[in-house]
């Protein structure tokens, strides 16, 4: 392959496998006579993401990105549901089935979900029985919990560290038909030859940790840096003497694991002088995704978790100066597009492009799929809306809401994924959101209101047709989560009048008569994901950064 061939991957991240024929020590739940291992549907339309469909999701990206001839696959960390052994036993079967059927490769890297430090961590889950009660896995015996009297104890349930939960074949630890693989050690395999020392307050050593980075050659002049930039700072505390990864991202590699840019800074200098396409991966953004609207959502809804995974300007400083052009990322659950300023510290520089590729199971449950050719990046969007939803499942997910009278918010009546993830959102809006990122008064008014209260506290007075104008405060609400995560592809789940009206909204003036400043970033943060809505495409100049037309 020339450097003027077209090589095209698959980009998935945060596909949270979970394996719903886990033996985890307990029978599940019976359907067709085999026992599935399930989450509760009402602790599912509670979360953050959904799990029991997660396995299923997982095979039908990587069917489709094979139906389209593609081959290779990245994998952007949090490949696993929480790294419990069980777990990670499930996804080794299904890459090296994906393998035997497909001839795909993988390229993976760690995830704060896949990994703790070296030595791992306890994990723990509940799971549903037959007739609806809860059993409590957990890998730590001394861990109970009042409200679960059926506690079982189990190592399955154990989350490994690094490299014992980095599935084999996935590039970390060399890959056989590559034209070159390093880490930033050099290119011995070996863990014991790739760890950096984890230093006290002090500066005193206090004990060493792998790093899984590398450098992979894939075909001929196509470089993808894989980053591994979880960090785990020490924390008498934490897990083990550790913190979690979790909020820790880019702000802390620049502290503790500062040899990661130099090596990339090698890198983006090595590939320059030969020829070679540099595109570079992590679990974590380098810049601040929502289009620029982080600053209006802190002074919005005040400091949350999802404010505090994000990177500071130094980040983008440090990545920009050492070559890194085209950056993707997981972690955070959106479908967005960043971009730099074109200035660093040493001056005007190419542009640095984050793309932030959404998870395969939250909304809008989607993977990315990317074709390098000579000079440019051309990345499109994978949405998994059309897949059906395991039959087996459903039916066992809507036996245990009967048994249990549980709201899943309409969930289980979706006709397939895309309206069953679609739904969660809508469901997690007013369960999940609404409680732990807004102010409790505007909670409150959310819940009350209508979309002409809050256009007349936000100060602007505007004729919307009824339907519109009189649309409960939590619907619009869910159709600002579905714009703010899903980008482009928000417009196939809002109905179009609702859409056409959202953007009539942003073309108002503002008026002096505002009554709650944090209801006129509402809108006008609305305005900036309506603004940013693109086709579901990107294309990119590898050399500039530039976001090309």
Same mark, same amino acid.
């Given at each position: 392959m020339?450097?003027?061939?077209?090589?095209?991957f698959?980009?998935?991240?945060?596909?949270?496998?979970h394996?719903?024929?886990?033996?985890?020590?307990?029978?599940?739940?019976?359907v067709?006579?085999?026992?599935?291992?399930?989450?509760l549907?009402?602790?599912?339309a509670?979360?953050?993401r959904?799990?029991?469909?997660?396995? @299923?999701?997982f095979?039908?990206?990587?069917?489709?990105?094979?139906?389209?001839?593609?081959?290779?696959?990245?994998l952007l960390?949090?490949?696993s549901d929480?790294g419990?052994?069980?777990?990670?036993?499930?996804?080794?079967?299904c890459l090296?089935?994906m393998?035997?059927?497909?001839?795909?490769?993988?390229?993976a890297?760690?995830?704060?979900?896949?990994?703790?430090?070296?030595r791992?961590?306890h994990?723990r889950?509940?799971?549903?029985r037959a007739d $609806?009660?809860?059993?409590?896995?957990?890998?730590?015996p001394?861990?109970?919990?009042?409200?679960?009297?059926d506690?079982?104890?189990t190592p399955?349930?154990?989350c490994?560290g690094s490299?014992?939960n980095?599935p084999?074949d996935?590039?970390?630890?060399?890959?056989?038909?590559a034209?070159?693989?390093?880490?930033?050690f050099g290119?011995?395999?070996?863990?014991?030859?790739?760890?950096?020392? &984890? &230093?006290?307050?002090?500066?005193?050593?206090?004990?060493?940790?792998m790093?899984?980075?590398?450098?992979?050659?894939?075909?001929?002049?196509?470089?993808l840096a894989?980053?591994d930039a979880?960090v785990?700072a020490?924390?008498?505390e934490g897990?083990?003497?550790?913190?979690?990864?979790?909020a820790?991202?880019?702000?802390a590699?620049l502290?503790?694991?500062?040899? =990661?840019?130099d090596?990339l800074?090698?890198?983006a200098?090595?590939a320059?002088?030969?020829?070679?396409?540099l &595109?570079?991966?992590?679990?974590?953004?380098?810049?601040?995704?929502?289009? %620029?609207?982080?600053a209006?959502?802190r002074a919005m809804? $005040?400091?949350?978790a999802?404010?505090?995974?994000?990177?500071?300007?130094?980040v983008?400083?440090r +990545?920009?100066?050492? $070559?890194?052009?085209?950056h993707f990322? %997981?972690?955070?659950?959106?479908?967005?597009?960043?971009?730099?300023?074109?200035?660093g510290?040493?001056?005007p520089?190419?542009?640095l492009?984050n793309?932030?590729v959404p998870?395969?199971?939250?909304?809008?449950a989607?993977?990315?799929?990317?074709t390098?050719?000579e000079?440019?990046?051309?990345?499109?969007?994978?949405?998994l809306?059309?897949m059906p939803?395991?039959?087996?499942?459903?039916?066992?997910?809507?036996?245990?809401?009967?048994?249990?009278?549980?709201?899943?918010?309409g969930?289980?009546?979706?006709?397939?994924?895309?309206?069953?993830?679609?739904?969660?959102?809508?469901?997690?809006? @007013?369960?999940?959101?609404?409680k732990?990122e807004?102010?409790?008064d505007?909670?409150?008014?959310f819940?009350r209101?209508?979309?002409?209260?809050? +256009?007349?506290?936000?100060?602007?007075a505007?004729s919307?047709?009824?339907?519109?104008s009189?649309?409960p405060a939590?619907?619009?609400?869910?159709?600002?989560?579905r714009?703010?995560a %899903?980008?482009?592809?928000? @417009?196939?789940?809002?109905?179009?009048e609702?859409?056409?009206?959202?953007r009539?909204?942003?073309?108002?003036?503002?008026t002096?008569?505002?009554?709650?400043?944090? +209801?006129?970033?509402?809108?006008e943060?609305?305005?900036?994901? =309506?603004?940013?809505?693109?086709?579901?495409?990107l294309?990119i100049?590898?050399a500039? %950064?530039e976001?090309l037309?």
């Open positions: 020339s450097l003027a061939d077209a090589y095209r698959a980009v998935i991240a945060d596909a949270h496998f394996d719903p024929q886990a033996d985890f020590g307990f029978a599940g739940v019976d067709g006579g085999h026992g599935l291992c399930l989450r549907p009402g602790d599912v509670r979360a953050p959904i799990y029991n469909e997660a396995g @299923a999701a095979r039908h990206a990587l069917a489709m990105a094979a139906g389209e001839g593609i081959r290779d696959v990245v960390g949090d490949y929480d419990q052994a069980a777990t990670m036993e499930a996804l080794s079967a090296r089935e393998r035997e059927r497909y001839g795909m490769r993988f390229f890297l760690p995830g704060n979900h896949d990994v703790f430090g070296d791992g961590r994990r889950k509940r799971y549903a $609806g009660h809860v059993v409590l896995v957990t890998s730590d001394a861990f109970t919990d009042p409200r679960v009297p506690r079982l104890v399955r349930m154990y490994g490299p014992s980095l084999g996935c590039g970390f630890f060399g890959v056989p038909d034209l070159h693989w390093e880490t930033p290119t011995d395999p070996d863990p014991a030859a790739r760890t950096y020392p &984890l &230093l006290d307050g002090e500066g005193r050593e206090i004990r060493r940790l790093d899984a980075s590398y450098l992979v050659e894939p075909v001929p002049g196509v470089w894989m980053v979880n785990f020490p924390d008498p897990d083990d003497g550790l913190a979690d990864s979790t820790a991202g880019w702000n590699v502290r503790i694991k500062p040899f =990661l840019v090596w800074r090698d890198v200098d090595r320059g002088r030969r020829g070679k396409r &595109l570079v991966f992590s679990h974590y953004p380098v810049l601040e995704t929502l289009n %620029g609207t982080m209006a959502e809804m $005040g400091e949350n999802f404010h505090r995974r994000m990177p500071g300007p130094a983008a400083d +990545l920009g100066d050492a $070559g890194v052009r085209v990322s %997981g972690h955070v659950h959106v479908d967005d597009v960043a971009r730099s300023a074109g200035e510290t040493s001056g520089r190419p542009q492009v793309i932030a998870a395969l199971v939250a909304f809008p989607a993977f990315k799929s990317v390098v050719t000079g440019r990046v051309h990345v499109q969007d994978r949405p809306e059309g939803l395991p039959a087996d499942i459903l039916a066992a997910s809507r036996r245990l809401a009967a048994v249990t009278g549980a709201d899943t918010g969930m289980l009546k979706a006709a397939d994924y895309g309206a069953f993830i679609d739904r969660h959102l809508e469901h997690v809006t @007013a369960r999940r959101f609404l732990r807004w102010p409790e505007l909670a409150s008014l819940r209101a209508c979309l002409a209260d809050l +256009l007349q506290g936000a100060g602007l505007v919307l047709p009824a339907a519109v009189d649309l939590l619907a619009f609400l869910a159709d600002w989560y714009l703010r %899903g980008g482009a592809q928000a @417009a196939r789940w809002i109905a179009p609702r859409l056409e009206a959202y009539q909204i942003g073309k108002l003036p503002r002096e008569e505002v009554s709650d400043r944090r +209801l006129a970033l509402l809108f943060t609305l305005s900036a994901h =309506l603004s940013a809505m693109a086709d579901g495409t294309r100049d590898l500039t %950064g976001i037309p």
